[in-house]
C-alpha cells in the first residue's frame, strides 16, 4: 500500500515538474550565431528602462537623439536617417561617458516573430553606421519591440510609417534629457 502511494506521489511530482518545464521561456537565436538572443525578444523592465519611458509618454522627438525612420519591410538607412545619426554621433562623442540604446520598432502588420527579427535588424543598422562614425560598440545596445510598440493604431500608411522607426535612449552615463 505504502509503495502504490510512493509511486502515486512520484508520478504527481513528475507530471508537475514536466508541466512546469513547458512553461518556461524559449532562447532564441535570431542572429544565427548559435547564442541565445533572449534580449532581442524582450527589453530591460526596471525602472529607467526605455519601456518605462515609454511608459511615461518618452515617444516626443526632443533632445539631441532623434528618431530615424524606415521604409516598409526594410532595414537600410535612407540618407535623411545618416544626417540624423551623425548628429547624434556628434552628441555622443561630447558626451563619452554616455550609453545608448537603440529600440528597433516596426508597424503592426507583420507576425510578431517577423516584426521582432526585422526590428533587431532595424537597431543594428542604426549602431553599425554609428560604429562608422567612431561610436564604440560597447556604448551601444539594441534591443527589438517589433510591432508591440507602435506610435498610433490607425489603420493607415501614414500612421504605419510612424511607427517604422529606431528609438534612440540614454540609459547611463549622459545628461538628463
Known amino acids: 500500500m505504502i509503495d502504490r502511494l510512493m509511486i502515486a506521489v512520484l508520478g504527481v511530482s513528475l507530471l508537475t515538474a514536466l508541466s512546469l518545464q513547458g512553461c518556461a521561456p524559449m532562447a532564441s537565436d535570431m542572429s544565427g550565431d548559435g547564442s541565445s538572443d533572449s534580449r532581442v525578444q524582450t527589453a530591460r523592465m526596471g525602472s529607467g528602462s526605455s519601456l518605462d519611458a515609454l511608459r511615461r509618454g518618452g515617444e516626443a522627438e526632443e533632445g539631441p537623439l532623434k528618431n530615424i525612420y524606415f521604409d516598409f519591410d526594410r532595414y537600410g538607412l535612407k540618407s535623411e536617417s545618416r ?30 516573430e517577423y516584426n ?16 562608422t562614425l567612431g561610436i564604440s560598440a560597447q556604448r551601444v545596445f539594441t534591443v527589438s519591440y517589433g510591432k508591440e510598440l507602435p506610435v498610433c493604431r490607425d489603420q493607415s500608411e501614414a500612421c504605419w510609417q510612424k511607427s517604422r522607426r529606431d528609438r534612440f535612449v540614454v540609459t547611463s552615463g549622459g545628461p538628463a534629457l
Open 116 to 131: 521582432l527579427a526585422l526590428g533587431a535588424r532595424r537597431a543594428q543598422a542604426a549602431k553599425d553606421y554609428l560604429m
Open 83 to 112: 544626417e540624423t545619426l551623425k548628429a547624434s554621433a556628434d552628441w555622443l562623442k561630447q558626451n563619452p561617458g554616455t550609453r545608448l540604446e537603440i529600440e528597433g520598432h516596426c508597424d503592426v502588420r507583420g507576425t510578431t
